[in-house]
């Protein structure tokens, strides 16, 4: 069964880029019809979509943050990755990673990691 | 501001039959399927309802979900301690080319 692992430094200064790294286990990353999401959620808040990456294709960003979000897959260490640059205390939240799995008429993220807090602060 | 509306909280007695509402627009619900996640406290959201309606193996068919046109519903039947989460409904949206969530709704078991 497919697990996911985040990772990443849990405190970043303001102005510096954010880095995160997705472990995958018992599946692989480089299935040409599995793309992987990043999902954050601010303290007490909902969930916001980062983005969307396939090992084949291009990466989809959400429009409000495609201006500092790099996302790429890492078959040979099957994992996912992302990065934020100019971080601001806005971007303070639990980074989660997921599988986007797409039944019949739709698409859905039906396995999802533990998610890693980050936290922006000087 | 989530792009989808959810009420922030709702509540029940064990047994009793909860709904919770999720509204959009065109460029998401009305014209894609809807998605709903459970989270429970500490935790990180579980896929509950897929495809407007249809649930996962595993997850109890006391949760249902439906929709018409912008809106959709998850319902839980039989309510259970265990069902205090907050649930969070999505779509794809055609305008972002991507996901959205609602804020989520806090389900308390009175």
């Known amino acids: 069964q497919l697990q996911l692992q985040e990772s990443g430094p849990g405190l970043v200064k303001p102005s510096e880029t954010l880095s995160l790294t997705c472990a995958a286990s018992?599946?692989?990353?480089?299935?040409?019809?599995?793309?992987w999401g990043w999902i954050r959620q601010p303290p007490g808040k909902g969930l916001e979509w980062i983005a969307i990456i396939n090992y084949r294709g291009s990466p989809y960003y959400n429009p409000s943050l495609k201006s500092r979000v790099t996302a790429s897959v890492d078959t040979s260490k099957n994992q996912v990755s992302l990065k934020v640059t100019s971080v601001t205390a806005a971007d303070t939240a639990v980074y989660y990673c997921?599988?986007?799995?797409?039944?019949?008429?739709?698409?859905?993220?039906?396995?999802w990691g533990q998610g890693t807090l980050v936290t922006v602060s000087s | 501001q989530s792009v989808l509306t959810q009420p922030p909280s709702a509540s029940g007695t064990p047994g009793q039959r909860v709904t919770i509402s999720c509204s959009g627009s065109?460029?998401?619900?009305?014209?894609?399927?809807v998605n709903w996640y459970q989270q429970l406290p500490g935790t990180a959201p579980k896929l509950l309802i897929y495809?407007?309606?249809q649930r996962p193996s595993g997850v109890p068919d006391r949760f249902s979900g439906s929709k018409s046109g912008t809106s959709a519903s998850l319902a839980v039947s039989g309510l259970q301690s265990e069902d205090e989460a907050v649930y969070h409904c999505?779509?794809?949206?055609?305008?972002?080319?991507?996901?959205?969530f609602g804020g989520g709704t806090k389900l308390t078991v009175l």
């Open positions: 065109s460029s998401n619900v009305g014209h894609n399927t």
């Open positions: 997921a599988r986007e799995w797409s039944p019949p008429g739709g698409r859905a993220f039906d396995i």
């Open positions: 495809g407007d309606n």
């Open positions: 999505a779509a794809w949206d055609g305008s972002l080319n991507g996901p959205v």
């Open positions: 018992g599946g692989s990353t480089s299935s040409s019809s599995l793309f």
